[in-house]
């Protein structure tokens, strides 16, 4: 029976893939849970799961050397999923040292306690051991030609300090890779949506508002380009590579979704219309003008655009879900969980939404 260290698994994406793992493989898989609950991470989202024998949460800060030894210590680890980071490119620019704490510091300890785990001797691991780095679209920069794409291949060219974190991660696994031929994959993906998903970010940031009758606040001019992938499909490629991945790629997982973020915001608002019902009293508050323009954020990258070819070559991948289908989807699951929204956007949230859009 195979065991996975997921690091960050309270966390949007991450709790996601847990739950597909379970559905998927149910009682003939091990999965260790290691999270540090910050403000995004939510035991909540793992409710379902809580009561299985074979998952185990863990609340430790992935830095932490000493505890995540220990881990290593009691349990055969067979795969490491690296969802742990820091990830609002908001928050990176008002206090990057976080950022760089966890996304790089993090990911080191790790490399190191894997590597001391898993390698035999010189050039040699254990058999059936990976590491997945979970990484982002964002460390390649900003495309401003409408016909050109992110390739594997891409040189690195991160602009804010989120991803520059990402990119600095990422290249400590590749120097894994080539100086110790360390087991491990890169995966990087576009801008992901669904439930569970903290409402810092676009599309749940837009959802809550619009049922609030609050402004849906739009950088710039909307015309910020994003790539969106529906997390479930992005979690079924994890696990593709896990599986079938070649050690030592880097695979893009894209959506083939191109949106505008000012499209995105009368998108919701329109599938809002559509699934309320008449009696709904939250439905009169949903109207166009609550998009407010407001100052566009510093370093904003224009457009991102993913090319999945290679994990659909290699792996037969590829993204099902429509962004029409997936937002559908997203706004059902995010109406129906009501109170789980009214619980993350009380307290500090609150206060971090007011200094950022007021």
């Not at 074979?54 to 055969?76: D, G, P």
């Not at 749940?204 to 015309?223: C, H, Q, R, S, T």
């Not at 699951?333 to 619980?343: A, F, V």
Request: hydrophobic share 35%; glycine share 6%; aromatic share 12%.
């Amino acid at each position: 029976m195979k065991t996975y260290l997921v690091t960050g698994g309270a966390g949007f994406i991450g709790s996601n893939f847990i739950q597909y793992m379970f559905e998927k493989y149910d009682n003939d898989i091990n999965i260790i849970n290691v999270d540090d609950l910050t403000y995004a991470g939510n035991l909540d989202n793992l409710n379902s799961i809580n009561d299985r024998e074979n998952y185990k949460f863990i609340k430790k800060n992935i830095c932490n050397a000493n505890k995540i030894r220990k881990i290593f210590l009691s349990n055969n680890v067979d795969y490491i999923v690296n969802f742990a980071a820091e990830s609002h490119v908001d928050r990176s620019i008002r206090n990057p040292e976080v950022f760089i704490r966890t996304n790089v510091m993090g990911t080191l300890v790790l490399l190191n306690i894997a590597k001391e785990f898993w390698q035999q001797d010189d050039d040699n691991f254990k058999k059936g051991k990976k590491f997945i780095q979970v990484s982002t679209d964002e460390v390649y920069g900003s495309l401003e030609d409408k016909h050109d794409y992110f390739y594997e291949n891409t040189p690195l060219d991160p602009h804010s300090p989120y991803s520059a974190s990402k990119a600095s991660a990422d290249l400590l696994v590749k120097s894994y890779i080539n100086t110790y031929k360390f087991p491990a994959n890169i995966t990087r993906c576009s801008n992901n949506y669904g439930p569970y998903q903290f409402p810092e970010k676009l599309i749940p940031l837009m959802i809550n508002n619009a049922l609030e009758g609050k402004k849906l606040p739009i950088y710039g001019d909307g015309k910020n380009i994003r790539d969106w992938l529906y997390v479930k499909d992005h979690v079924k490629a994890i696990d593709m590579i896990i599986n079938n991945g070649r050690l030592g790629e880097v695979y893009n997982i894209g959506g083939h979704n191109e949106k505008e973020n000012i499209e995105v915001a009368h998108i919701i608002l329109d599938t809002l219309l559509e699934l309320l019902d008449k009696e709904d009293n939250r439905k009169k508050h949903i109207k166009k003008n609550l998009i407010a323009y407001i100052k566009d954020r510093k370093g904003h990258d224009r457009r991102y655009a993913i090319c999945p070819n290679k994990i659909k070559k290699e792996l037969n991948w590829y993204p099902e879900t429509s962004f029409e289908e997936g937002i559908k989807l997203t706004i059902k699951w995010y109406l129906k969980n009501n109170q789980w929204m009214k619980k993350i956007t009380s307290g500090d949230y609150l206060n971090y939404y007011e200094e950022m859009y007021h």
